[in-house]
């Protein structure tokens, strides 16, 4: 199985590689550190502590944990590994001035496995969530290189697609040295996939433990004057293709009620903020660019949010969230973001990405799920008109990510034997 997985690996590696230049040629961010996938790059220190994180959402989850390894392991260099241009983005930008290098993970090739590891020279892996990458996971495994999975969950859907290569993925998580699940679910599946039942412990999601930048608030509450403070606005965070006009369709109907509304409109990938500004465009929306400014005035009816890093402070100056990738079958974005600023939240139904979350965020009653956009519209209507209801779920949002507090602790405690 480990071979004919490799095969197919090299087939499809070119073709892989071919879509990045292509898409390179469009966007620059894609040709940056080619040949980090490839596994070149300069030599570290021995004993580098190297975190994955695949995209810029779980970059922003690993911000604690490597702050906390940093503080544990003072002498060490880190290295930050991600998958997407936007990622390894996030990343320069949240760890500048950190002595943290960022590169691209490898193809999971043999030989770019090996490149990447003897430059790498890592004495501890930590994986955020999770990828499973068989060739990697067997080379660290090799080397003796202590794999962790932190806060890793598998979605029932995963784990299925998973199970059909069953001996390639029992011997790719059968070295694993901690597997570090968020729920009881997500422990049984990874046990079942081929984890070691003795080292795989539930710790809860390390989302939880995240810290609000000390400027978030301020932040917010000066966007919030500049888009007006008493009219009505609303974040659509982290949209992907065809959630955009489901947005777009509620905020018009909830137009009707509330006529100055803002919808403040965040894409989740970087390459589509032009894509959505000829959108807008086309749609005669009278829409401002956050990066030229934002300057909105009565008449503008959408924020455009072009620009990384700002979601955050566009919660904490909205009235009300509502979380992207769950319209589409995409699984969900972070939900305890909006939550930790005391902000009601809407999310769509498809969430299996953060499945437990969202129905614990549900049932606290601090989010409601709706289903396409006339919901959409309907839901955020009413609470835009509707004080003491935003300030009832925003407030169980706050308690909810108060009480689950604690899982980066866990999770240092477990791996505070392969810190030594």
């Not at 710790?203 to 888009?227: H, Y």
């Not at 006529?259 to 403040?264: E, I, Q, Y």
């Amino acid at each position: 199985m480990a071979s004919l997985y490799t095969l197919a690996v090299y087939l499809l590696a070119p073709l892989y590689c071919a879509a990045l230049l292509w898409r390179g040629v469009r966007e620059r961010a894609y040709r940056r550190g080619f040949a980090q996938r490839l596994g070149f790059g300069a030599a570290l220190p021995p004993g580098t502590v190297w975190l994955h994180a695949a995209s810029a959402g779980e970059v922003q989850a690993a911000v604690p944990l490597l702050q906390a390894l940093q503080r544990r392991l003072p002498h060490s260099a880190f290295l930050v590994t991600t998958t997407t241009p936007a990622g390894a983005q996030r990343a320069r930008a949240l760890f500048a001035g950190a002595a943290v290098e960022v590169r691209f993970v490898p193809l999971d090739l043999p030989g770019a496995v090996r490149r990447f590891l003897d430059r790498a020279r890592p004495r501890l892996a930590v994986v955020m969530e999770t990828e499973i990458w068989p060739n990697l996971y067997r080379a660290c495994a090799r080397r003796a290189v202590p794999l962790v999975l932190a806060s890793a969950r598998v979605s029932s859907a995963s784990a299925r697609r998973y199970a059909r290569a069953g001996a390639l993925m029992r011997s790719a998580l059968g070295g694993v040295a901690l597997a570090a699940a968020q729920t009881p679910a997500d422990a049984e599946r990874l046990v079942g996939l081929g984890a070691p039942a003795a080292r795989t412990q539930v710790t809860g999601n390390i989302k939880s433990d995240f810290e609000l930048p000390a400027e978030v608030v301020p932040a917010g509450a000066r966007l919030r004057r500049c888009l007006g403070a008493d009219r009505p606005v609303w974040v659509a965070g982290s949209t992907h293709e065809g959630e955009e006009a489901a947005v777009l369709a509620a905020h018009r109907q909830l137009r009707g009620t509330h006529p100055g509304a803002l919808l403040v409109l965040a894409p989740r990938h970087p390459a589509r903020f032009e894509a959505v500004a000829a959108w807008l465009a086309r749609e005669r929306v009278a829409f401002a660019r956050h990066s030229r400014g934002g300057a909105c005035d009565a008449g503008t009816e959408v924020l455009l949010v072009d620009a990384l890093g700002e979601l955050l402070t566009c919660y904490a100056a909205a009235d009300l969230a509502f979380v992207g990738g769950s319209l589409v079958e995409v699984g969900g974005h972070n939900l305890l973001e909006p939550a930790a600023l005391a902000r009601p939240i809407l999310t769509g139904p498809h969430n299996f990405n953060g499945a437990d979350t969202a129905r614990a965020l549900v049932a606290a009653g601090a989010a409601l799920t709706v289903g396409d956009a006339a919901e959409l519209g309907r839901e955020a209507g009413a609470l835009l008109g509707d004080q003491a209801a935003r300030q009832r779920m925003g407030a169980a949002g706050a308690a909810f990510v108060a009480a689950n507090r604690g899982a980066l602790q866990r999770l240092l405690d477990l791996m505070e034997p392969l810190l030594r």
